[in-house]
């Protein structure tokens, strides 16, 4: 399968060792195939957790005379938002496009450590088998959000021992990526690749680590506290033995918000990748846009309160976190505002992967203004807890990583695969994606103005129609899916042979052949210039 | 793949050293708790320490002291190619680690035989602080007893390593890391020794 001519290497998708097929993909310390085995499996999750939204979405076609019950749609919230946060927009781009890029961008054959790598995946496989098996194992499906809030996760019946020890084990895998990663920034870089010439995907990449390594532990030992509270009592959440339940929101999220940074930085770095090459211009404010992604890991560590502005804090607290809240959109919107300034004047080549960064740029734009909104605490007592809160994330999300990781996956296919997909089908999956997108969780954040609670499996007639607006844009956006992910799929068998550089991009990943070869270079770059000179490259 | 010719002492260092960050934040959360419930029940707390032994708190923190002396001085020893020295100190290590946790043992045992455990008829009886005393107590030398099993584990492997020469004057950076890693078990029992036993 070797597509490039001048190039007497074997790409990394011919086995050379002495394993062959899937043996030698399941014991490979290739970056590039952990890569690729990350991609695959992420999307097979993201789409059984697809499906189950769309079944919650068909239930909230009636008023009453539902398909399932309430205790079953109480185990699918749960099931959809464990698996869609915990096995794909947590791990989703540093994972797939990290692990591939990562070293490739900076001029490295490999990660630091190899290995760790490779035994990141098998946790967060292991991670992601028992958090499957919790569903069919011990008292049932875990019914309590993906947040597992105690008290009632303690008190539940449901098998929530096994699912938290998943999501233990899953942070682990996403630690070990972190030290991974940093490690590699800090000692693998090609020689003249100074901190300010490495392309944004890596400071992008940077601070995601830095947070994965810093907020990660605070789950895993909540998690851990609510096992051992499970089994052996020992009274920390639980007010009757002296504890407190407010603790442990605490705990979840110190880790949960600077998650969710860890779900957008990597996002909005491959992002930073796309614009300017589609618009043939250097990007517009390069260290303002890295020291942002620094500046947001550090404040987004410290306004993780403003999840609990109802749960009882002091007026002061929530005041503070109100603050902290409001500036931490200050570097995301300096981001928007730097893309938006590169566009400007660029000669713009239109293609589906700037479509779709586009299209993050717009509905991030909505998920982070409806967040604004979340963080002024008299509006957030109004809508805590409805299908507001459910609309913005899923806007910031879906809408912001889920869109980033799908154009970040459009704009990274060629190479990856050494084959280019059909533009005219992604096109195509584009329209009923975005419409539906927009009548799905626009609905969402209409119906919670309105006052419709989250997670309730009945609802009121005067919530009926938007209802079922949002479940007709459901069918809508998952028949876009299918098609974008259909065309990649037919694509990665069938596709034209790709170009080494299809989109004249000018970072390390177009300098080499498509697929790259194992070693990724065949001679490490010497680097003289920043990341983004167009205008020396096309003399 | 073939393996890689390039070896980064400095790369596997910076990446152990982030490793015990994210063990010090690891018990940070415990530390969190710690302090909230201590803010919130000091007299429960005093009364909590106070049915600790700290004589053999302490007694503990200089075994495990000692032992972190033992590793620094097995890594000298492989640097000077003094084998034989190098695995005596290793040697010495996994007993010290021993001997702790065999102390720790008689402990907890002590406080079960007292009914002073999460969960008992016993505890119930006491004021809600103490009781959250003690699941802090279970809760975090339980967590730091594993993390000297998987100190003494890894030290174990590393004894074998130096035996086997896998471990040696030129290339030790895997020693110091397991060092690393035994020193850290240390200094979180240094901090848990006064918050518990010298809490009364």
Known sequence: MTTHAATAQPSYLVDTGKRKGLLAWLTTTDHKRIGVLYLYSMISFFLIAMGVGFVMRLVQLTTFQKLITAQTYNALFTLHGVIMIFLFV???????????????????KDVAFPRLNLASWYFFMAGAILAVLSLFTGG??????WSFYAPFSLKTGTNVSLAVFAAFILGFSSMLTGINFITTIHRLRAPGMKWFRMPLMCWALYSTSWIQLLATPIVAITLVLVILERFFGIGIFDPAKGGDPLLYQHLFWIYSHPAVYIMILPAMGAITEIIPTFSKRTIFGYKAIAFSSMAIAGVGSLVWAHHM???????????LFSLLTMIVAVPSAIKVFNWVGTLYKGSIDFQPPLLFALTFIFLFAIGGLTGVMQGALAINVHIHDTYFIVGHFHYVMFGGTGMGFFAALLYWFPKMFGRMYSKKAIYVSWFPMFIGFNMLYFGMLI????????????????FHTMHVVATVGSWLLVLGLLIYFGTLLYAI??????????????????????????????????????????????? | MSEHVHRDDFGARLGMWLFLVTEIVLFGGLFIGYSYMRYKYPMEFHHGGAELNATLGVINTLVLLTSSLTVVLAIVAVQRAEKKRAMAFLGTTLVLGLTFLVIKSFEWAAKFHHGLYPNSAHLATLPPGEQVFFGLYFTMTGLHGLHVIAGLSVLGVMLWWVATDRIRQDRYVHLENGGLYWHLVDVIWIFLLPLFYLAA
């Open chain 1, 447 to 462: 119906l919670g103005m309105m006052g419709m609670p989250r997670r309730y499996y009945v609802h009121l007639p005067q």
């Open chain 1, 309 to 319: 502005f109802t749960s009882g804090m002091s007026n002061l607290a929530t005041m």
């Open chain 1, 90 to 108: 947590i791990p989703g781009l540093p994972a797939v496009f990290g692990n591939f890029f990562l070293p490739i961008l900076i001029g490295a």
């Open chain 1, 493 to 539: 068998f069938k596709g034209e042979k790709a170009e080494d550089n299809p989109w004249g991009g000018v970072t390390l990943e177009w300098t080499i052949a498509s697929p790259p070869i194992q070693e990724n270079f065949e001679t490490i770059p010497t680097i003289t210039h920043g990341p983004y000179e167009f205008e020396q490259e096309s003399k």
């Open chain 1, 140 to 145: 049932g499906a875990p019914d309590t959000g």
